[in-house]
């Protein structure tokens, strides 16, 4: 027996996947009765680097999914349309679809989910989060007897792999950016990376399977890593902190009706050099899942890139070779697990966290007196205040402050703000 894959893209991902096909040999042996039937690209006159009958290839993807000799449609195509029609177009088709595009499952699951359920075929994305490793099975079917307190994570190998890379070399953002992209790490437009959007449509979909409800995911605070400084890194490193990109997912409450009220949100965070996280460097993710009664599981390794986001591509099309081997074609539980809670965010200010602040101030006798009276009359407790020469007039004073309420810190940011001799708020980043 034979099974028909239809490729959609024949980019990174793509060709990481044609490749797996390629060469069976010492993988598990479905993988030799996977056959790419064929393929669709945008432009035919690009050079590929895999070798593909020519005949195979176009660059109309909905004949892809119309073709009969295809069994399995895989979307690595990327972006929101034509994707989703395409997804919906398999199916209605009753294919099951392998997809690693979490921006398209981060705002059209629930639609894509409804359809699917209607058609009873799987619509799998073990690639859609953290690349090569496996989070997305085991948070749905292993880890699903606990209740999860937390899911936090470096899960963009982009930006990741910028942060490290300036932290270990002071090397230059733009310059790390480029080579990003050339490594096949990067999403076609990077302000996804940079900016925290792809983050935020992954932390979307965990929290979606953590907490069994969908979240909604533009109301996600994001905030990226483009207008991170330098001199933040280097500041929070000598006070014992690595500065991390990261998405967190926590249970804050609920609501009289049973809503699970949510903190989803992700953010540059200064971690402690003892964190488990820390220490995950380069193009490399992890996930951190705290849940009852299992403690913490952490889930390692490469975040993105061809080999490894194809490992998870081909994973899933196997799971459902080997599933259509025993005649089945039941719901996928990811999709049921959509919609067994209803999910909300919490207001933004009633998180709590530490925060690092830094201040441009004026330096005059009594500036610290007066920030550290301001963040007192909220209840604000500092952990350390320090001030550094600044490179014009003037000082700048560096906070890391206790865990706090939200609102109550931003009121003491005002106040601070508020007084003649702080001229600006130059930083302020989360902190673990
Ligand atoms: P990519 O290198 O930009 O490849 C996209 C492919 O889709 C290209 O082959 C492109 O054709 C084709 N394509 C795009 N629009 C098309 C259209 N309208 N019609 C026909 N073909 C079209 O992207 P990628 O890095 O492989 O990523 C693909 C997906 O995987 C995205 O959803 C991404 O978020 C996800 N992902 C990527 C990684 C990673 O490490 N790169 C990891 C996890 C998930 P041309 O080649 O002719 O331009
Ligand atoms: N652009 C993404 C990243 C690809 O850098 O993590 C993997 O999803």
Redesign the pocket.
Known sequence: MTIGIGL?????????VAQILASPEGRHPLVGALSLRRV?????Q?P?PVSLAPEIIG???AAVVADPTVDIVV?????LE??RSLILAAIAAGKPVV??????IARHGAEIAAAAAERGVYVLME??VG?GIPIIEPLKQSLGANRIERVSGIIN?TTNYILSRMAAEGADYAAVLADAQAL?????DPAADVQGA?AADKIAILAGLAYGGLVDRPAIPVEGIDRLQARDIDYAGNLGFVVKLLAVAQRHGSDPDGTEVLDVRVHPTLLPRDHPLAGVNGVNNAILVEGDPVGRVMFYGP????G??AS?VVADILNIAAIRGLGAGALDPLLAAGSWRRCRLVEADRTCHRNYVRFQAADRPGVIGHIGSCFGAEGVSLQSIVQHESEGPGAEIVVVTHAVEEGRFRRALAAITARPEVEAVQACLRTL
């Open positions: 959609l893209g024949l980019g990174t991902v793509g060709a990481g669709a690209v945008r432009d035919l690009r590929r660059d109309d993807p979307e690595v195509m990327g972006g034509p994707a997809t690693a595009n979490k921006a398209v690639a859609a690349g190998g096949g790490y990067a999403e076609a792809d975040g993105a890139g061809a490894p986001t998870a």
